[in-house]
């Protein structure tokens, strides 16, 4: 209840922050009209997600106005965007998060693989266990370090055997870069990790059920550039065996990490390319507007 | 120097006397408080710490088989029936002769609690030798007596006794023959119409019953009510009127509480009055917006990162609430409980309703004898006309204040050892 309550908040406070980000010079962008449809290429051949016509309420208020996406298998995209433009509540809509908001309401067709997000014979346990997620804020359980990874797979059932549950353990905190940091402590609190080793136990944590998909909302927005870095290169290493889809504020990540990149702009998907694209000869007047940092 | 810059100077020494003003008001209100607790503390030990003991008498006693009535001190039905009162009586004309006077004999016998036959018998169940022999033993006093000797040379001549008795306990305690000694049985009584004889035994177990029964009622319902409020209630029109009356329930006067335990568990329902199940399920129903309301303020203090990072693993709401909320939220939920039952352990005004002030005797048990619990036992005998009953009133109120402390300092200690930090 609170959560949702909390949450719904935190998406409104965005909104209010956004409004005075918005100077004279976005007033002047304001008159440019949006495309009547996504330019660009949002659209890939066999696609690990495929998403149309998306529409997403909190209450009254439309948060995100159709948009249709693709997401590739094993690619990394970046969504992009102003402040309180949607792109979170967007992914959020990816593994039903959002469902924890009583007010929100999603439209459109959702499909992983063959999958329909939304069907309402389709359990949202099932879902969540393919499309992981990690946060803003680091966000690991006042738990031990193993309990922290082991957490997912207990819950699944994923390992019978202690012997198994070490090795998942293990593995997924070497894909996530920490085993060498945290080997000999694996039994002390998650908590008192450093923040960019927290945010890694989260995305070992994340990946040690096995998710198709990684939803990535702003890792690194909380992290010092040193952790941030660690971060980024794992997200690279992480795109061979997963499908990334990363929300950043930061455009140089988006540019580092990220094969293509969608440009939000208050709800709206403008314009969908190759990250190179993008951030060289971008298509759309409101995306280089955003890019070159006449508004942010 | 700016003008800015002595407008502010100016303003400041204004603003740093504000400022201590603040403080002083602030200490000056720990103080009253501080002082309040100091008099009150003083009050309660100064009178009560007397009654933690009480004095003995000995006499030369000679168990004569024809003046008890026993001829086999082995035998528990004739013990039962033997004349130890008639002993005593003998022992003390002994110890001061010369007293024919039906008047003057009642007063001497009256030196003696009429518990210490009690005591004879016990000393000669236990070594059934002793009869027929004669021995020094310790008897315990009357409470004019105890009384007496507790007061101060000084004060002595007001005391509440005769001339006579007065010499009578001179003598004895020039003699060494009172003794001052641990009042045990001030723990293991129960209520007496002698103060000597009286105990708060019974209402400490009465307590116990009583707050057991409301602890095992009242921790479960009101943190399943606080989670289901919390976690699972969807939020509409019905949840917020039961949030109010949750509240309303929480400021009712406890005295309402006892009507509704008369009305519906004892008339309705039919229950035993006087019972520690019946009180408990009365203060049941006045701590639980206690525990519900801090088992709620407990829960929303978890943060909402951690449900979320709980539920993108794919755990379910309940899981999420198992293995998160409920580890993460069970310390303010425990303390807020120990509060609620410290609570319910000094309520004296809805057991009074319900008939939990009776004179209990016997310790209770179970929880379906009868019973009566600490603060009503300080009620009761606050109301005693017996002098010695202001000191054991005190001697109660000090042992219900050791527990409160006891327990309001748990709860303080598990706040701080399971508190965690995210």
Known sequence: ?296 | MSETTAKVRKSLARRYRQEKRFQAYGILSIGVGLLALLILFTDIIGKGHSAFFEHYIQLEISLDRDVLGVDDASDDEQLNYANFGGVIKEALRERFPGVDDRQQQRQLYALVSSGASYNLRDELKADPSLLGGTRNLWLLADDDVDLYLKTSEKKRPEARLGDQQKQWIEDLEAAGDTEKRFNASFFSHGDSREPELAGIGSAIVGSFFTMLVTLCLSFPIGVAAAIYLEEFAPRNKFTDFIEVNINNLAAVPSIIFGLLGLAIFINLFGLPRSVPLLGGLVLTLMTLPTIIITSRAAIKTVPPSVREGALALGASKMQVVLHHVLPLALPGMLTGSIIGMAQALGETAPLLLIGMVAFIVDIPGGPTDPATVLPVQIYLWADSPEQSFVAMTSAAIMVLLAFLITMNTLAVVLRKRLERRW
């Open chain 1, 1 to 296: 209840m609170d959560t949702a309550r909390e949450l719904d908040n935190r998406n409104r406070a965005d909104d209010d922050a956004a409004k005075p980000l918005i100077d004279v010079e976005e007033r002047s962008m304001q008159d440019t009209p949006y495309p009547e449809k996504t330019v660009g290429k949002p659209f890939v051949d066999a696609p690990k997600m495929k998403l149309r016509h998306v529409n997403v309420f909190y209450a009254d208020n439309q948060a995100i106005h159709d948009v249709s996406l693709d997401i590739g298998k094993n690619e990394v995209i970046s969504l992009i965007g102003p402040s309180g433009c949607g792109k979170s509540t967007f992914l959020r809509s990816l593994n039903r998060m959002n469902d924890t908001i009583d007010i929100c309401r999603v439209k459109g067709e959702l499909h992983l693989d063959e999958q329909d997000l939304y069907d309402p014979k389709l359990d949202v346990v099932e879902l969540r266990a393919r499309v992981g997620m990690v946060f803003q804020k680091p966000n690991p359980f006042p738990k031990s370090i193993y309990d922290n990874v082991a957490y997912g797979p207990r819950l699944h059932g994923l390992a019978d055997k202690k012997y198994d549950l070490d090795e998942i353990v293990e593995n997924s905190l070497r894909s996530a870069g920490l085993w060498n940091e945290v080997k000999d402590r694996l039994h002390s609190s998650g908590t008192g990790l450093s923040g960019g080793q927290q945010q890694r136990l989260c995305i070992a944590r994340t990946i040690a059920v096995s998710p198709e998909v990684v939803l990535m909302d702003e890792p690194c927005s909380a992290l010092d550039p040193i952790a941030t870095a660690k971060i980024e290169e794992l997200i690279d290493e992480l795109s061979e065996s997963y499908t990334i889809a990363i929300v950043t504020h930061s455009m140089q990540q988006a540019a580092r990490v990220s094969h293509r990149t969608a440009y939000f702009h208050l709800g709206r998907l403008i314009e969908v390319n190759d990250t190179e694209t993008v951030f060289t000869k971008p298509e759309h007047e409101l995306t280089e507007a955003y890019i070159t940092g006449r508004f942010g």
